[in-house]
Each structure stands twice: as structure tokens, then as C-alpha cells.
């Protein structure tokens, strides 16, 4: 993998949006964002010589200016609180419509092609997707607003401010060998030295939380997914009497949260001495450096006021990558993570599946020159060459692990590790059922349907449920609820059945997707499908020896690359 810096791979990450087809409105409202910051920053120096004014005549007693210059701090203060306000929400408005295209590309690229399941195939790294894509993006996006917004905010103050501290500080006379060095500005070169040292000394004490960062989100996600994997096989866990196995499994990931976060809360500990030390003694420092002017009686009080006041926000504009350097670690980390899923992504998009499916005028399947392997290159099955009519019916039997399922992963072109041809007759639907369906969440009207999205007649939908002896549960169609609880694995089965009677596939490819039935509800479905849809071609796989009774040949596998077929 190529090693690509931090910037290369934040840019990459960050300029989609800005180029995509929503980029003018995004440019636009992120101008306008931008303009809020730089007026309230005018205001902000507008009350900087308010200072002036305002302690001028407190220290002169003027009680007629005292009222007015209250009126216009009011007016002022006002005006930019509700500059304030809408320069956020107009951020988060720009946050939430980022987010959203960005979420949306990386879910498309997540799932077309099978690439959700790829990773898992090419035993890839990326760990807890569904995190990277809902709390990175996220993090992401907000850190990176946050960040940019509040850094050309500050590069605006420290030019703003900038003028004002070197007009304030005037010049100052040192001695050296004898000689006088007049330094012009010198409280505005004393806080650029200042914040120069203390940028660099930040990230020497800091930049371990990068690191612990990355790794505290990684253990954090493990730990909800373990909670999940248990919400999910609750039956089963239940049927084990596993829950102190699996509250041990717990308490090992939760180990590696609480450790983690003890090294981040010392780091961060050192962090915060090294900061808020940095932040108070910038405090003081204006005041001690324009003492002597003060007491000379070169400026007034409201001088020494507007100076300390200037001093603070240029202070604050030079400081900003100290201030903000954990929030900076934190993106850092995030940054890291989607580039990682990214590259993964690539890899996974690139790798092939070696079948060459192609339709023709053919009334028949065949399959031509089939080989099917292991990602370690162990072959399961070598040069395969079969045709199948249209309504034929074929049993793949073997022993286990002999490649019976995985060749329907290959036919389905979902098995990466595969080679050779497959033709089907132009327009060709074909259909997959695997051991435990899956039932999406909501109404059972939708789980009858996938992963089609049409939404059939009442009548219809009741009718299939009833033949597959489901009837009970026709009068809950629109009911919404986690069916996958709700039903039994043999229930699960025999709606997946049902599927196959409302889609009407030209090919249905069974893999041991009767296993929770009994040999007569099993027979009972084979004989429907074989009833309803005659001219359905089937390939099953299956142990059953109740099997053979319901297909006209078999593929008998060997698992060494070896094959054989036979009329039963």
C-alpha cells in the first residue's frame, strides 16, 4: 500500500464535496459562513477601542461619556452575539450537508459490487465499518469545519489585531555593548516568539494522542459490536447458558477501553498542564510589558487596556494550533481510519470475479471449464463442465468443506477465487437462498419481498404464505417488527420459500435452505416449487439422503478438484 501523507490523504477525503454537483450552493453557504466570522472579528476589534474610550473616561471621571459608551457596547455586544449565533447554525448546515453526501458515497461504494462482503473474503483489516461510515464521516466533517472555519477566523484576528499591537506597543529601547536597538512593535514580536515556542512544544507533548486516539475508537467499536453479536444470537447464547463466556468476552474488550483511555486521560493530563499553564502566563505578560509606558505616563489607562486586550487576541490568533491540538490529534485519527477503509475499498473493487457469465439464445445453463479455489489456492473444484436444460434439477452433494457452498458463491459471482464460464439464456433471472434467510427490518410485507422492493396485492401475498404453511401470520403484513426474532429458522425457511413463489426466478439455487424442515415439510416444498414454477431449473445443496427423491442428477464433489456427475 502506498504510503501517502497526512495532507495528501485529508485533501482527498475533504475536496469531494467541493467539486460535486452541489458545489456552487456549498461554496456559497460556506462563503457566507465565512463572511459572519469575518464581521464578527470587525466588531471584536470595534471593542477594542471601546476599551479605550470606555476606561479613558473612568479614569478622567467623565459621566457624560459613561452612559453612551455603555449604549454602544450594548448595541455592539448585541450584534455580534447574533453574528455568533448564525455563524454556527449556518456551520452546521454546512456540517449536515456534507455529511450527508459524503455518507452517501461511501455507503454506494460500501455496497455495489458486493464490497461489504469482499472485505470480509480478502480477510481485510477494516474494522467495524458501520462505525467508520456513521461516526468518522461525521467527526470528519465536524472537526474538519470546525478547524478550517476557526483557523481563517484567527488568521483574520491576527491580521486585524496585528496592525492594532504594533501601533499600541510603540517602540522599545535595549541596550547592548554600549549600543541602543530600538524594537518597533516589540509586545507584537514578543507574542509571534512566544506562540512560536509554544506551537512546537505543544506537539512534542501532544502527539501521542494521535495515536491513542485512532486506538480508542477502535477498542470502543469492538466493545458495541461484541453487545450486538450477543442481541443478535440471543437464542442462541441462551441455549448454551453463555452468558458468563460471554461476559468474560466483555469485560477482555472493555479491559481495552479503559486502558486505552487511562494512557489518553494521563496524555491529555500533560496536555492540559502544558495549555492552560501557556494560556493563563500569556495573561500577565501584556500587563508587565506595557507597565512602563503606563507608569511613564505615556498611555492611559484605557491604552493599557485596549494593549492587554489586543495583545490577548493576537496571543489567541498565534496560539491557535496549541489550543486546538487535541481537537487537531482527533482528526488525525479520524482521518486515518477512512483512508485505511478507503484503500481497503480500492482493493476490494479490483479484485475480480474470474466468471465470464454471458447470455445467449440457449435454452439450457451450462457451465464451461468451472474452477473454483481457496484464497490460499487450494482448489476445490477444476474444470467443471456441465449443462443443465431448463427445468433440470441438480443436487451438489460432498462431504463437508468440500467446496458445496462456495460454488454457489462463484456461480452467484460473489466468490472472488474463481475462473471459467457461465451462460444462460438471455434475460435469465436466477435466485439464491441461503442456509438462514435474511429478513430485513420492517413490515413482513417487505421481508416477503426481497430484495425486491414491489409491494403485490394482499391476496397474493396471502396466498403464498399459505402454501408454504405460513397462514398464521397473513393477516400481519404490515406489521413491522425484527421478523428474524419473530420467527423460528424453520419459519425463516419456508418464507424464503415464499419469495421464490412471488419473484418466479428462471433459476433458484439452494444452499441447504430446507436444513430447519422436517423430510415431509421438505418434500412438501420441493413438490411446490415443482407445481407452481415447472419450468424453474433448481441446484441444491444438501446432506439429505431424502434429497436425491426430489432431482434428476448429481454433482458429487470431491473437494480435492475432483467432480463427477450422475443421473439419479
Same mark, same amino acid.
Given at each position: 500500500?502506498?504510503?501517502?501523507?497526512?495532507?495528501?490523504?485529508?485533501?482527498?477525503?475533504?475536496?469531494?464535496?467541493?467539486?460535486?454537483?452541489?458545489?456552487?450552493? =456549498?461554496? #456559497?453557504?460556506?462563503?457566507?459562513?465565512?463572511?459572519?466570522?469575518?464581521?464578527?472579528?470587525?466588531?471584536?476589534?470595534?471593542?477594542?477601542?471601546?476599551?479605550?474610550?470606555?476606561?479613558?473616561?473612568?479614569?478622567?471621571? &467623565?459621566?457624560?461619556?459613561?452612559? /453612551?459608551?455603555?449604549?454602544?457596547?450594548?448595541?455592539?455586544?448585541?450584534?455580534?452575539?447574533?453574528?455568533?449565533?448564525?455563524?454556527?447554525?449556518?456551520?452546521?448546515?454546512?456540517?449536515?450537508?456534507?455529511?450527508?453526501?459524503?455518507?452517501?458515497?461511501?455507503?454506494?461504494?460500501?455496497?455495489?459490487?458486493?464490497?461489504?462482503?469482499?472485505?470480509?473474503?480478502?480477510?481485510?483489516?477494516?474494522?467495524?465499518? @458501520?462505525?467508520?461510515?456513521?461516526?468518522?464521516?461525521?467527526?470528519?466533517?465536524?472537526?474538519?469545519?470546525?478547524?478550517?472555519?476557526?483557523?481563517?477566523?484567527?488568521? !483574520?484576528?491576527?491580521?486585524?489585531?496585528?496592525?492594532?499591537?504594533?501601533?499600541?506597543? $510603540?517602540?522599545?529601547?535595549?541596550?547592548?555593548? #554600549?549600543? &541602543?536597538?530600538?524594537?518597533? $512593535?516589540?509586545?507584537?514580536?514578543?507574542? *509571534?516568539?512566544?506562540?512560536?515556542?509554544?506551537?512546537?512544544?505543544?506537539?512534542?507533548?501532544?502527539?501521542?494522542?494521535?495515536?491513542?486516539?485512532?486506538?480508542?475508537?477502535?477498542?470502543?467499536?469492538?466493545?458495541?459490536?461484541?453487545?450486538?453479536?450477543?442481541?443478535?444470537?440471543?437464542?442462541?447464547?441462551?441455549?448454551?447458558?453463555?452468558?458468563?463466556?460471554?461476559?468474560?468476552?466483555?469485560?477482555?474488550?472493555?479491559?481495552?477501553?479503559?486502558?486505552?483511555?487511562?494512557?489518553?486521560?494521563?496524555?491529555?493530563?500533560?496536555?492540559?498542564?502544558?495549555?492552560?499553564?501557556?494560556?493563563?502566563?500569556?495573561?500577565?505578560?501584556?500587563?508587565? %510589558?506595557?507597565?512602563?509606558?503606563?507608569?511613564?505616563?505615556?498611555?492611559?489607562?484605557?491604552?493599557?487596556?485596549?494593549?492587554?486586550?489586543?495583545?490577548?487576541?493576537?496571543?489567541?490568533?498565534?496560539?491557535?494550533?496549541?489550543?486546538?491540538?487535541?481537537?487537531? =490529534?482527533?482528526?488525525? =485519527?479520524?482521518?486515518?481510519?477512512?483512508?485505511?477503509?478507503?484503500?481497503?475499498? @480500492?482493493?476490494?473493487?479490483?479484485?475480480?470475479?474470474?466468471?465470464?457469465?454471458?447470455?445467449?439464445?440457449?435454452?439450457?445453463?451450462?457451465?464451461? &471449464?468451472?474452477?473454483?479455489? %481457496?484464497?490460499?489456492?487450494?482448489? *476445490?473444484?477444476?474444470?467443471?463442465?456441465?449443462?443443465?436444460?431448463?427445468?433440470?434439477?441438480?443436487?451438489?452433494?460432498?462431504?463437508?468443506?468440500? #467446496?458445496?457452498?462456495?460454488?454457489?458463491?462463484?456461480?452467484?459471482?460473489?466468490?472472488?477465487?474463481?475462473?471459467?464460464? %457461465?451462460? *444462460?439464456?438471455?434475460?435469465?433471472?436466477?435466485?439464491?437462498? /441461503?442456509?438462514?434467510?435474511?429478513?430485513? %427490518?420492517?413490515?413482513?410485507?417487505?421481508?416477503?419481498?426481497?430484495?425486491?422492493?414491489?409491494?403485490?396485492?394482499?391476496?397474493?401475498?396471502?396466498?403464498?404464505?399459505?402454501?408454504?404453511?405460513?397462514?398464521?401470520?397473513?393477516?400481519?403484513?404490515?406489521?413491522?417488527?425484527?421478523?428474524?426474532?419473530?420467527?423460528?429458522?424453520?419459519?425463516?425457511?419456508?418464507?424464503?420459500?415464499?419469495?421464490?413463489?412471488?419473484?418466479?426466478?428462471?433459476?433458484?439455487?439452494?444452499?441447504?435452505? !430446507?436444513?430447519?424442515? @422436517? &423430510? /415431509?415439510?421438505?418434500?412438501?416444498?420441493?413438490?411446490?416449487?415443482?407445481?407452481?414454477? /415447472?419450468?424453474?431449473?433448481?441446484?441444491?445443496?444438501?446432506?439429505?439422503?431424502?434429497?436425491?427423491?426430489?432431482?434428476?442428477?448429481?454433482?458429487? *464433489?470431491? $473437494? @480435492?478438484? $475432483?467432480?463427477?456427475?450422475?443421473?439419479?
Amino acid at each position: 500500500m502506498e504510503k501517502k501523507s497526512a495532507l495528501r490523504i485529508f485533501w482527498q477525503l475533504f475536496r469531494g464535496y467541493w467539486n460535486s454537483e452541489y458545489k456552487w450552493k =456549498a461554496r #456559497g453557504l460556506f462563503a457566507f459562513v465565512i463572511g459572519l466570522n469575518f464581521f464578527g472579528v470587525y466588531l471584536l476589534v470595534r471593542l477594542n477601542s471601546w476599551y479605550n474610550e470606555f476606561y479613558n473616561a473612568l479614569q478622567q471621571y &467623565e459621566v457624560e461619556s459613561f452612559w /453612551p459608551l455603555i449604549g454602544e457596547f450594548t448595541g455592539v455586544a448585541m450584534l455580534y452575539i447574533l453574528i455568533a449565533v448564525y455563524a454556527i447554525y449556518l456551520r452546521q448546515a454546512v456540517q449536515i450537508k456534507w455529511r450527508t453526501w459524503l455518507t452517501d458515497k461511501y455507503l454506494s461504494r460500501w455496497l455495489k459490487g458486493q464490497v461489504y462482503y469482499r472485505l470480509q473474503v480478502l480477510g481485510s483489516d477494516t474494522d467495524n465499518p @458501520d462505525q467508520r461510515i456513521s461516526e468518522d464521516i461525521n467527526q470528519f466533517v465536524n472537526l474538519s469545519l470546525q478547524l478550517l472555519i476557526g483557523f481563517l477566523k484567527q488568521l !483574520t484576528t491576527l491580521a486585524a489585531f496585528g496592525v492594532v499591537l504594533w501601533n499600541l506597543s $510603540g517602540a522599545f529601547t535595549l541596550e547592548l555593548g #554600549g549600543q &541602543e536597538i530600538i524594537i518597533y $512593535g516589540y509586545m507584537f514580536w514578543f507574542s *509571534l516568539v512566544y506562540s512560536g515556542i509554544g506551537t512546537f512544544c505543544v506537539h512534542l507533548v501532544g502527539r501521542k494522542l494521535i495515536g491513542l486516539n485512532f486506538e480508542q475508537q477502535r477498542f470502543e467499536a469492538d466493545f458495541r459490536f461484541n453487545m450486538m453479536r450477543v442481541r443478535e444470537n440471543s437464542e442462541s447464547i441462551a441455549f448454551y447458558s453463555g452468558e458468563q463466556a460471554e461476559n468474560k468476552g466483555f469485560h477482555e474488550r472493555f479491559a481495552h477501553v479503559i486502558s486505552n483511555f487511562w494512557q489518553l486521560m494521563k496524555q491529555t493530563k500533560i496536555l492540559n498542564f502544558y495549555v492552560n499553564g501557556y494560556a493563563q502566563l500569556a495573561v500577565i505578560v501584556p500587563l508587565i %510589558l506595557a507597565a512602563p509606558q503606563y507608569f511613564s505616563g505615556a498611555i492611559a489607562l484605557g491604552g493599557l487596556m485596549q494593549t492587554a486586550s489586543a495583545f490577548g487576541r493576537v496571543q489567541d490568533a498565534l496560539s491557535y494550533f496549541v489550543e486546538s491540538y487535541d481537537s487537531i =490529534a482527533q482528526l488525525a =485519527a479520524v482521518v486515518k481510519r477512512l483512508a485505511t477503509f478507503t484503500e481497503h475499498m @480500492d482493493t476490494a473493487e479490483t479484485v475480480k470475479n474470474g466468471i465470464v457469465r454471458q447470455g445467449d439464445g440457449a435454452a439450457e445453463m451450462s457451465i464451461e &471449464e468451472l474452477q473454483v479455489q %481457496l484464497p490460499d489456492n487450494r482448489v *476445490l473444484l477444476a474444470d467443471c463442465t456441465l449443462s443443465l436444460p431448463a427445468g433440470s434439477r441438480l443436487l451438489v452433494t460432498g462431504s463437508s468443506g468440500c #467446496g458445496k457452498s462456495t460454488l454457489l458463491r462463484t456461480l452467484a459471482g460473489i466468490w472472488p477465487y474463481g475462473k471459467g464460464k %457461465l451462460s *444462460l439464456p438471455q434475460g435469465s433471472r436466477l435466485l439464491f437462498l /441461503p442456509q438462514k434467510p435474511y429478513l430485513p %427490518l420492517g413490515s413482513l410485507r417487505r421481508a416477503l419481498y426481497y430484495p425486491g422492493t414491489a409491494a403485490g396485492s394482499d391476496s397474493v401475498l396471502q396466498a403464498a404464505l399459505q402454501k408454504v404453511g405460513l397462514e398464521d401470520f397473513a393477516s400481519r403484513l404490515d406489521e413491522v417488527d425484527d421478523w428474524s426474532r419473530i420467527l423460528s429458522l424453520g419459519e425463516q425457511q419456508r418464507l424464503a420459500f415464499a419469495r421464490v413463489l412471488l419473484q418466479k426466478p428462471d433459476w433458484v439455487f439452494l444452499d441447504e435452505a !430446507t436444513s430447519a424442515l @422436517d &423430510e /415431509p415439510r421438505e418434500a412438501e416444498v420441493y413438490e411446490l416449487l415443482k407445481k407452481e414454477l /415447472p419450468q424453474m431449473g433448481i441446484v441444491s445443496v444438501g446432506h439429505r439422503s431424502t434429497l436425491y427423491a426430489q432431482h434428476e442428477q448429481e454433482l458429487k *464433489l470431491a $473437494g @480435492d478438484g $475432483g467432480w463427477q456427475v450422475r443421473t439419479i
